[in-house]
């Protein structure tokens, strides 16, 4: 059975959408991360290197980190369709995609959150605008970011696009505001958005 390490409000929705489209079955741990008791609990100190969710063990196997969590669960249970074989040409885009939110999405976040100034030559993100060009393109005619096939791609990117929207920080854009929408519509989202509301 595996176990997530969750905490309502953070990150960690996105490993409970990616679950719930598995179909397969896990517990949810409630580590209150603002806590520093909770913080101290030994199976998520063992998951966890860096004292962050998600983080999940699943038997002998821990793995944190959003988009690591996404790589081990879509190759680890591949009947449950979320990545492409390692032998199938989709494989190196969806790879790509995979890396997006921690690799350029977050990091361009933050820098336009804090007002940094924007490198985009020089910073392995871009910037905000060649962050969501990228990505409105990678779209293209969609639906998903592989073309008609739904992937864990879209979990990672979908979720970010969401979190960009609460932020305020995408406003006005058809292509992502219509696949933030796809991604809505998807039960497993809305119950691990209910779970989240429902904390
Ligand atoms: N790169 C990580 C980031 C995880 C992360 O920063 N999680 C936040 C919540 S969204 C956290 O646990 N913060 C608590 C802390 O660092 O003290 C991922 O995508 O999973």
Request: net charge negative; charged share 25%.
């Amino acid at each position: 059975m595996i176990t997530l390490y969750w905490c309502p409000n953070t990150r960690a929705s996105r490993i409970m959408w990616l679950l719930g489209e598995t179909g397969l079955d896990y517990e949810t741990k409630h580590i209150d991360i603002r806590d520093a008791e909770a913080r101290k609990d030994p199976g998520f100190q063992a998951a966890s290197p860096m004292g962050k969710v998600p983080a999940i063990a699943d038997g002998d196997v821990t793995v944190a980190d959003s988009a690591a969590i996404g790589l081990y669960i879509a190759d680890r249970y591949p009947e449950a369709g979320l990545a492409p074989a390692v032998d199938d040409p989709a494989r190196g885009r969806y790879l790509f995609w995979m890396t997006y939110t921690p690799g350029c999405i977050e990091p361009a976040m933050m820098e336009t959150a804090r007002g940094l100034e924007p490198n985009r030559a020089s910073s392995g993100w871009g910037d905000f605008g060649l962050m969501i060009e990228t990505l409105e393109k990678g779209l293209g005619d969609g639906p998903w970011l592989l073309g008609e096939k739904f992937s864990a791609a879209d979990v990672l990117n979908g979720s970010s696009v969401y979190f960009m929207k609460q932020f305020g920080m995408l406003t006005g854009n058809a292509t992502l505001d219509a696949y933030a929408e796809r991604c809505l519509a998807r039960p497993a989202y809305q119950r691990a958005l209910a779970r989240n509301e429902a904390t």
